[in-house]
């Protein structure tokens, strides 16, 4: 059975970071394409940031620059580094596994709340 664990969310103020950990069972993560995807109130959920197998990566473009999601095959987690947070980064954050760079796969975590104050 697969289970995505997230934590580290929180509240912050405009400018601070943060840093999402996601932690698996049932799943190597250095095999599959790791995603955050995250959704604010009465919007769709989107991609934040994805890795694949052998390292590439990919960002939306309101995070480029600020965010920066890395992998640590030993520990099988992903993490995603969130510098100079705005408030339209307040959102439930999710954890995806195996899907593509482009597509969420089948595997989701039960999200972490980020919440960046003005």
């Known amino acids: 059975q697969v289970q995505l664990v997230e934590s580290g969310g929180g509240l912050v103020q405009a400018g601070g970071s943060l840093r999402l950990s996601c932690s698996a069972s049932?799943?190597?993560?250095?095999?599959?394409?790791v995603g955050w995807y995250r959704q604010a109130p009465g919007k769709q959920r989107e991609l934040v940031a994805a890795i694949q197998t052998y390292g590439t990566t990919r960002y939306a473009d309101s995070v480029k620059g600020r965010f920066a999601i890395s992998r640590d095959n030993a520990k099988n987690a992903v993490y995603l580094q969130m510098n100079s947070l705005k408030p339209e980064d307040t959102a439930v954050y999710y954890c995806?596994?195996?899907?593509?760079?482009?597509?969420?796969?089948?595997?989701w975590g039960q999200g972490t709340q980020v919440t960046v104050s003005s």
């Open positions: 049932g799943i190597i993560f250095r095999i599959n394409t």
């Open positions: 995806n596994a195996a899907g593509t760079l482009g597509n969420p796969g089948h595997y």
